[in-house]
């Protein structure tokens, strides 16, 4: 066979390693021919990429999300990969990086710091709102409520909107560039977060509490602003450039 039909030969199927359709490999031929997982990986993801492109050029009625491929092998080969990148960095670290293991726990002795679960400290942070509870005059200075019951307040209220969320934004939208106001509002709920679960512990963090509570909502504002002019920014070129054939079908409003 000649070096001219060598090239055609891997021209017709673009990398020389996947088959072209009329002559897909049984399973069992393609187990007998790969060389590990990371042979197989590649080439699904080869596979992947060519039929997508093949189903995008024989019609313009194609979004990406419609494609779909056979979860066995494709989907499972590559989930496969995914997994096992994952734990092996996880078993790396844990014996690269053990974690320290503390005293026992004293039942006899309250510890000098109290704290719910990591995934909790921005709840335990609203608790700690006790400087916004207004002072009302015509109670003689004091407050409507108590401090502990304006935090489980503010709880509901946080809540309650991340609730009703979903029910306000009912846009078809699937980028941030698409919609930069929500975006931008969940760009200062992920900060917000981060800054009321710093002021749950302000006493581990060497700041002064009343920059740290000022900060705790300044950031999220400014996070919001910021991120709402540079996705609205974009929006223009995003849509009208970088992604003309997704638009094709659902034109920009």
Known sequence: MSDTDNDSEVAADGTGIVAPDDETPTWRERKERTEGLSRLTYEYFERARREDQDLRIESDYVERDVLAFPTWP?????????????????????????????????STQTPAVILPDWYLYWSFGLLKLGPLNPELSLLGGTKL??????????????????????????????????QP????????????AATISTLAVKNLVPMDTHLLFDLAFL???????????????????????????????????
Not at 74 to 102: C, D, K, Q, W
Not at 146 to 175: E, Q, T
Not at 185 to 191: D, K, R
């Open 145 to 178: 409520v108590s401090d502990r019951a304006y935090g489980v307040v503010a709880n509901i209220i946080v809540v309650g909107f991340i609730s009703i969320v979903p029910f306000l934004n009912k846009g078809a939208a699937r980028r941030p560039v698409e």
């Open 74 to 106: 494709h989907e499972m080969v590559r989930n496969l990969a995914l997994t096992s990148f994952f734990v092996g960095m996880i078993l790396f670290l844990a014996s690269a990086l053990p974690p320290h293991i503390g005293a026992p726990a004293n």
């Open 181 to 192: 106001f929500w975006a931008a509002l969940g760009a200062g709920g992920v900060v917000f």
């Open 219 to 253: 950031l999220p504002i400014v996070t919001a602003c910021l991120s709402y002019a540079v996705l609205k920014s974009m929006r223009e070129g995003y849509m009208f450039e970088l992604n003309r054939r997704y638009y094709r079908l659902r034109p920009p409003k």
